[in-house]
């Protein structure tokens, strides 16, 4: 069986990423969303909202399970002993850096590899970073994010200021 992770800051899930988690999870035996909590970026939602917005919206997905992870990729992968790292491709732009941080992480742990999946061209233009934009000008999320977590997003943009 093959247990995959399918690593993100999710700040917030977008649905772009949950296309990538349905294609990912009808591909592998087991697929862990990692949801990063490394120091470095602030990120707009905590990682307990981040990971209770993944679950919310993976319920009905039983081979999906949600869990944080902090420090290197590649150790959170020998911690749950998962053997693939899957990521989505938007575009061109995308490539050099999803390229150079498949070959880091495959320099740092040969025994994992790397799966790119096409993101859905309907999804191709979709960030975290785009949603909060437009959250933060009270735009319409529906294009964006699944409804259920819509709400919490407006909360948390308007407790912001
Ligand atoms: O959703 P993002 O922000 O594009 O995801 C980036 C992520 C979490 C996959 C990446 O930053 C990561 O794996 N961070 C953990 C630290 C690490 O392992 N770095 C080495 C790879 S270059």
């Known amino acids: 069986m093959i247990r995959a992770i399918y690593p993100g800051s999710f700040d917030p899930v977008t649905l772009g990423h949950l296309d990538i988690i349905n294609r990912a999870s009808r591909t592998v035996g087991e697929l862990i969303v990692g949801v990063l909590n490394n120091g470095g970026k602030t990120p707009l939602f905590s990682i307990e909202e981040r990971v209770n917005m993944l679950n919310e919206v993976t319920r009905d997905l039983p081979n999906v399970k949600v869990m944080s992870f902090s ?44 799966m790119f999946l096409a993101t859905s061209l309907e999804y191709a233009y979709l960030s975290s970073t ?9 735009g319409d999320l529906r294009e964006f994010v699944p409804e259920c977590i819509i709400g919490e997003i407006r909360q948390k943009i308007q407790e912001q200021g």
Do not use: W
């Not at 020998?78 to 992480?105: C, K, P, W």
């Not at 785009?130 to 009270?138: D, R």
């Open 130 to 138: 785009t949603v909060k934009e437009v959250a933060s000008f009270g």
């Open 71 to 114: 420090g290197l990729l590649v150790d959170f992968a020998r911690h749950t002993q998962a053997t693939v790292i899957v990521r989505g491709l938007r575009a061109i732009s995308d490539f050099d850096y999803e390229l150079q941080m498949a070959q880091t992480n495959r320099k740092l742990n040969p025994d994992v590899d790397t």
